[in-house]
């Protein structure tokens, strides 16, 4: 064997230890964060365009009307990701783009844009991953009751069909909702995202049609799409953790980690709602009459992988314990819990952390610690982390540079995580970061940036910053850099 000189050895250290073959590098974005053109070819408003022309409920009351143009500069946007090395995109469809109602025939013209968005990302070598829904359900189908009814979900079975049909020859990668936890509890519960309703029980019905609704598309995708496509659904899933190791802080992190995630991942993978769950909330709902005979087996229907997205984890206790105590999770604050039934429980910001622009605590254990969770509660599905990034206070020099060690150091610390749960067992197969580009972050409007690439939003400029270079690199070595960032 030839020895390597030392002059010119890979930089790389030769134990840096390589993510497993395949392991999938991306990054993510939804429709009304980056799309912007609010009023083109068809498109109508979804419940984000009224919450967010409604006074008070969005920072400086921005819009996504313009957001991040990427519905015009969608080809830029590909070579800067072809450029970066990415392998794959995650991105949402906008229902009201395609179906402007929420019901009856599509509309070809916005078919289109993801038609041509999927093509050029196959041109350029990147597997496009599609999310059916990300927070943005037709203003018409909420002004019939939206998720709290139970018709929404035969709606979105049919988006589902219309949308298998248009993009199923070209995308391999299907996942169902974003984050239904957010949809369900800050739209319909705490009111800070749309549609900004404020009732509790209405927040728990809607959960269960985001279930059902999720069941029955997997059922639509499975029968349209070709055998070897994938389905999933990605979820929010809250790293929760007791402030002592008190009796009540622990019954605080089960009812927080009941309506929080087991909400959704009892129905999904397990066929059956938690008995505790039913037991916190049986003065607001009527869980025998909400789920319907047949209902759990359309839920449970298998899926291919599970999508998560993580952050920062969830203390809690209960009762409130001293000035750390808060009624804000993190979520944002409002009058009103999105915990139903659960409303007493304090949450705390971890201390001795660093903290993000949005006030999250960093904390990459908080990670491994959900990786290794899942796999042992559901060995039975692959994991691929379809959210992780942070938001700082990024500027542009006076060079034209955006330096954001603070994020190299997040992703560094996130993905090394990653790394130690694929070393101990976890099946995670990828890891998308959040987000490609600045945009608009929903109630934050665009106070909050979590793109690796800078958007000047005045002239549309994209300007990767300097976690952008760093992450290619990463994708390049398909390991973590030998040292971590100063
Ligand atoms: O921007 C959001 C995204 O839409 C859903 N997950 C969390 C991100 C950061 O708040």
């Given at each position: ?31 009304y ?11 109508t ?30 080809r ?5 990701m ?14 009201s ?17 993801y ?89 728990l019905?809607?959960?269960h ?22 389905t ?59 789920v ?16 998560v ?29 999105p ?29 491994y ?47 090394d ?58 994708i ?11």
């Amino acid at each position: 064997m030839t020895a390597v000189r030392p002059d010119i050895a890979p930089k790389q250290a030769p134990e840096a230890t390589r993510f497993p073959t395949g392991f999938v590098w991306g990054a993510a974005t939804a429709a009304y964060q980056v799309e912007g053109a609010a009023a083109e070819d068809g498109r109508t408003p979804s419940i984000w365009d009224t919450f967010s022309r409604t006074p008070g409920k969005v920072r400086n009351g921005d819009t996504g009307d313009i957001a991040a143009d990427h519905y015009h500069l969608y080809r830029d946007d590909v070579a800067l990701m072809k450029r970066l090395g990415l392998k794959a995109y995650r991105f949402s469809i906008s229902w009201s783009r395609v179906q402007p109602t929420g019901r009856g025939p599509a509309v070809e013209r916005g078919l289109d844009f993801y038609r041509k968005l999927v093509d050029e990302l196959l041109e350029a070598g990147i597997t496009p991953v599609a999310t059916l829904y990300h927070w943005d359900l037709p203003q018409e189908l909420e002004d019939a009751g939206g998720w709290p009814q139970r018709v929404t979900s035969d709606r979105f079975a049919d988006y589902a069909a219309i949308m298998a049909g248009a993009l199923g020859d070209r995308v391999g990668t299907w996942t169902t909702f974003n984050e239904p936890w957010c949809s369900a509890f800050l739209g319909y519960g705490s009111g800070v995202h749309a549609p900004g309703r404020t009732e509790p029980a209405s927040a728990l019905r809607a959960a269960h049609h985001l279930n059902l609704a999720h069941g029955r598309a997997i059922e639509v995708l499975r029968g349209q799409l070709p055998a070897a496509a994938q389905t999933s659904v990605t979820l929010n899933l809250h790293q929760v953790r007791p402030l002592t190791a008190s009796a009540a802080d622990a019954d605080a992190a089960r009812r927080i980690d009941a309506v929080g995630n087991r909400i959704f991942t009892g129905p999904m993978l397990r066929g059956e709602y938690p008995e505790d769950l039913i037991a916190d909330t049986r003065h607001l709902v009527d869980w025998s009459t909400l789920v319907h005979d047949g209902d759990l087996a359309a839920i449970s229907g298998p899926i291919d992988v599970l999508g998560v997205n993580y952050y920062t984890p969830t203390l809690v206790s209960t009762p409130e314990k001293g000035a750390g105590s808060t009624r804000d999770d993190g979520h944002g604050a409002s009058d009103y819990s999105p915990w139903p039934g659960s409303e007493h429980v304090a949450f705390h910001l971890s201390e001795g952390k660093q903290r993000t622009a949005m006030n999250w605590a960093i904390d990459p254990d908080g990670l491994y610690n959900l990786l290794m969770d899942t796999s042992r509660d559901h060995p039975e599905v692959p994991l691929m982390v379809t959210e992780n990034g942070a938001a700082f206070d990024d500027y542009v020099s006076p060079e034209g540079r955006v330096e954001d060690p603070e994020r190299i150091a997040y992703l560094h610390g996130h993905l090394d995580a990653v790394q130690r749960a694929v070393a101990d067992g976890a099946d995670v197969r990828g890891y998308f970061l959040w987000s490609l580009m600045d945009n608009f972050e929903w109630a934050y409007g665009y106070s909050k940036r979590f793109g690796t690439v800078y958007v000047d939003y005045a002239s549309q400029r994209r300007i990767p910053k300097a976690s952008a270079h760093w992450y290619a690199d990463v994708i390049r070595r398909h390991a973590l850099p030998p040292t971590g960032p100063s």
